[in-house]
């Protein structure tokens, strides 16, 4: 499970089979006080990959700089590049998605979630974001 920001448009395409699948990037920030009192960052940037109907929901609707939050599982895959040199890329698989702080066309704080499910496509197509009622509060994640 992450929080963060998508440094660029989800990039979608159809697969040969006929499976969509979107690529897109999120930084996480960690922001701490040394033991000296000045504050840190570090940024982590993790390669987020979507497939079928969650594929084409984050096509549509993310764009760079939303703030999403992204559930999944971690998946490391080799090749061997043109130079003979074994390569790795660790994703996370995106199970779930959920939009944190999209704007609406008039301008409300809107919200979104969209989960990836084993059963195949049943041609329904996804809702568009709501309003969000309230602000969500820390105390109120249960997590």
Known sequence: MIIGNLTRDPESRTTPSGQTVANFSVATNLVWTDASGQKQQKVEYH??????????????YLKKGNKVYIEGRLQTRDWEGQDGVKR???EIIADNMIMLDTKGTSGETAGFSARQSGADDDGSQPEPPTPAGDEIK???IPF
């Open 47 to 60: 390669n987020i990959v979507a497939w079928r109907k969650l594929a084409e929901i984050c096509g549509k």
């Open 88 to 90: 790795y890329r660790t």
């Open 138 to 140: 820390v105390e109120d």
